[in-house]
């Protein structure tokens, strides 16, 4: 027979049952929306005793087994979290406005989660030509002030004016 676990209250059933008892129990807990500490901690209390990092490992297992990581879950998972970070900030915001440094740097925190979970986070994709610029608000008169300035200075140096070229209009 195989391996025998023995739970709390005292009865020994074969270790792969017991097993799938505990994987289907995490993937229920998951799909309440349960994170994994709170997944462990809940699994503790019923006699199994695991990790929260095991957890996150034997969720990505059954979905991967199974196949129920579909896009439209990944959405509404995506989402899910999205809105418990948002609840999270609202409720830091009383201490945040109190000054509180602990408080500012875990909302510093969530938000950086929220960004990478909504994508933001990520550096914009560069352009075809590889080429990057950029965009800051010129004064008009400031420009055609340094234009002038850089006429003069290349026309004050013999045989350079022909060949600096011509600079834009200013906007």
Same mark, same amino acid.
């Given at each position: 027979?195989?391996?025998? @676990?023995?739970?709390? *209250? ?13 994987? +289907? ?5 998951? /799909? ?12 503790? +209390? ?15 297992? @059954? @979905? ?16 899910? *979290?999205?809105? +418990?970070? *948002? ?17 500012? *740097? ?7 989660? +929220?960004?990478?979970?909504?994508? /933001? ?51």
């Amino acid at each position: 027979m195989g391996e025998l @676990l023995n739970l709390r *209250d005292g009865y020994h059933v074969p270790a792969k049952l017991a097993r799938a008892e505990r994987n +289907r129990r995490i993937l229920e807990l998951s /799909i309440e929306g349960h994170r994994p500490r709170a997944i462990a901690e809940t699994l503790a +209390r019923e006699g199994h005793l695991i990790a929260p990092s095991h957890v996150s490992n034997v969720l990505r297992k @059954l @979905l991967a087994e199974t196949g129920e990581m579909t896009k439209e879950r990944a959405e509404e998972l995506r989402e899910m *979290d999205l809105a +418990r970070l *948002d609840a999270m900030l609202v409720k830091l915001a009383p201490m945040i406005e109190e000054g509180r440094l602990t408080a500012m *740097d875990r909302a510093i925190k969530i938000i950086q989660q +929220r960004a990478r979970l909504a994508g /933001i986070d990520k550096a914009p994709p560069e352009r075809e030509g590889g080429d990057t610029y950029n965009i800051f608000a010129v004064d008009p008169q400031a420009l055609a002030d340094a234009e002038e300035a850089y006429k003069r200075r290349v026309d004050a140096v013999p045989g350079t004016a022909e060949e600096v070229p011509e600079l834009p209009p200013a906007p």
